[in-house]
């Protein structure tokens, strides 16, 4: 499983309230993503990561931030958490050789 | 934009059958193809990763297929057991961008 943490793995906020996610890895691989995974939707790209500083958008980057400061961190910001935020969050990574992709054990994230 | 699908999205069996599962994608120049296990309130497992010259791959009871030329992978599971009960999802990636995935069949494998 790459040695893949995500914390919290439950919160319950407010709308309007910042919110950070964190995902860490010990595999020193070099890719990073965040998903979240919604009923009828199945899993989307948030954000991901080609390198320390090196973030790019996914499909449904709108009201979310990342950053990655160390290769083993990926942080998962929501300024202002709304309840379309609710959802299961994921992280994963991707060594360079570039097969397989390996997955946290997901966030669950209430937005009341 | 790469689309993939996959039927059914839902599917029960009696233990001991055989079954497929089915997952298709638009674009046919992928780099490669993973299936995934998850079961309820976890996270996702790969299973099995077919790169795009591959034409299958097999782990047990398991064997996955690719066509890419008519963009299809199968996913075959032998002999079912109730513990092969879980939602698999199948996902691709073409080029740079990251994997892309169904919504996944929802398996059941009755005792």
């Known amino acids: 499983d790459a040695g893949i943490t995500q914390s919290p793995r439950h919160k319950v906020t407010e709308t309007g309230t910042p919110v950070t996610l964190r995902c860490h890895q010990t595999?020193?691989?070099?890719?990073m993503y965040w998903y979240r995974q919604d009923p009828g939707h199945g899993l989307r790209l948030i954000h991901y990561?080609?390198?320390?500083?090196?973030?790019d958008k996914g499909e449904v980057s709108d009201g979310y931030s990342v950053s990655r400061s160390k290769t083993e961190d990926f942080l998962l910001t929501l300024e202002s958490a709304t309840s379309s935020q609710t959802s299961v969050y994921f992280c994963?990574?991707?060594?360079?050789?570039?097969?397989?992709?390996?997955f946290g054990p997901g966030t669950r994230l209430l937005v009341l | 934009k790469q689309e993939v699908t996959q039927i059914p999205a839902a599917l029960s069996v009696p233990e001991g059958e055989n079954l497929v599962l089915n997952c298709s994608f638009t674009?046919?120049?992928?780099?490669?193809l993973q299936w995934f296990r998850q079961d309820p309130g976890k996270g996702l497992t790969s299973l099995l990763l077919?790169?795009?010259?591959?034409r299958e791959q097999t782990s047990g009871r398991l064997n996955a297929s690719l066509d890419k030329s008519s963009g299809r992978s199968t996913l075959y599971i032998a002999a079912s057991q109730p513990g092969d009960s879980a939602t698999y999802l199948c996902?691709?990636?073409?080029?740079?961008?990251?994997?892309?995935f169904g919504k996944g069949t929802r398996l059941s494998v009755i005792a």
């Open positions: 077919i790169q795009s010259s591959q």
């Open positions: 996902a691709v990636i073409s080029g740079n961008t990251p994997l892309v």
């Open positions: 595999e020193n691989h070099r890719y």
């Open positions: 990561s080609y390198g320390v500083k090196d973030t």
């Open positions: 994963a990574t991707l060594g360079d050789s570039q097969e397989t992709q390996y």
């Open positions: 674009d046919s120049a992928i780099y490669n």
